[in-house]
């Protein structure tokens, strides 16, 4: 058994400034001001756009991302409906294959790592070792993989590619970032838009 935290890599390579000029282009295709761009309007002209609600032309950028998460969290990532998703499988992966390291691997709960924790620690650890002996045993008796995964728990860990324009990047931080949200999706989230933030100016400085 493995235990890793959540993590995710940016998956395209981002030049900021690059999509502000091409988010000015398109937006001013609709006023027909595109006479007006200079070296350094695209800036002015994104966050204007935004302060006034005009987000249909941050549709025409996209990002992806590879987040690597427990199949809970994955499971709310995937209601974000303006989206484009690849997932791994779990009806094609076989975990007892040594690609795998012939183990099964589980996102440990952050909230469970201090001392005050331990034995909470300690039931979820014994119930994804008796999850993971379950798996294999069912694989030995002939189960295919599609069979065996029904035993596997949330905390499996699961790798995602997720697609969003910036429209619905920026509407997936303000849901998954406040401190109401689910704690392990902003154990992804709010690292994830910091990084984008420091990638691209403007376009999620008021989230």
């Given at each position: 058994m493995k235990l890793i935290h959540s993590n995710f890599q940016i998956e395209d390579a981002i030049d900021g400034e690059r999509i502000l000029k091409?988010?000015?282009?398109?937006?001013?295709?609709?006023?027909?001001?595109?006479?007006?761009?200079?070296?350094?309007?695209?800036?002015?002209?994104?966050?204007?756009?935004?302060?006034?609600?005009?987000?249909?032309?941050?549709?025409?950028?996209?990002?992806?991302?590879?987040?690597?998460?427990?199949?809970?969290?994955?499971h709310?990532?995937?209601?974000?409906?303006?989206?484009?998703?690849?997932?791994?499988?779990?009806?094609?992966?076989?975990?007892?294959?040594?690609?795998?390291?012939?183990?099964?691997?589980?996102?440990?709960?952050?909230?469970?790592?201090?001392?005050?924790?331990?034995?909470?620690?300690?039931?979820?650890?014994?119930?994804?070792?008796?999850?993971e002996k379950a798996y294999f045993k069912l694989l030995e008796a002939g189960a295919k993989p599609e069979e065996a995964r029904s035993v596997l728990p949330n905390s499996l860990k699961t790798e995602i590619i997720v697609t969003m324009n910036l429209r619905e990047w920026r509407h997936f931080f303000k849901m998954r970032t406040p401190e109401n949200a689910h704690p392990q999706i902003r154990e992804v989230a709010c690292p994830l838009l910091e990084k984008l933030k420091s990638m691209i100016p403007v376009v999620f400085d008021d989230i």
């Open positions: 091409q988010i000015e282009l398109y937006g001013r295709t609709c006023y027909k001001s595109e006479d007006r761009i200079t070296e350094d309007s695209a800036r002015k002209f994104v966050a204007r756009i935004i302060k006034s609600g005009h987000e249909s032309v941050l549709e025409h950028e996209k990002i992806s991302v590879r987040i690597i998460c427990d199949r809970g969290v994955s709310e990532l995937v209601r974000h409906r303006i989206a484009s998703y690849s997932q791994e499988s779990t009806r094609y992966c076989n975990y007892g294959h040594e690609k795998f390291g012939s183990e099964l691997t589980f996102i440990k709960p952050f909230y469970w790592d201090n001392e005050n924790s331990q034995e909470k620690y300690a039931l979820w650890k014994e119930a994804m070792e008796f999850s």
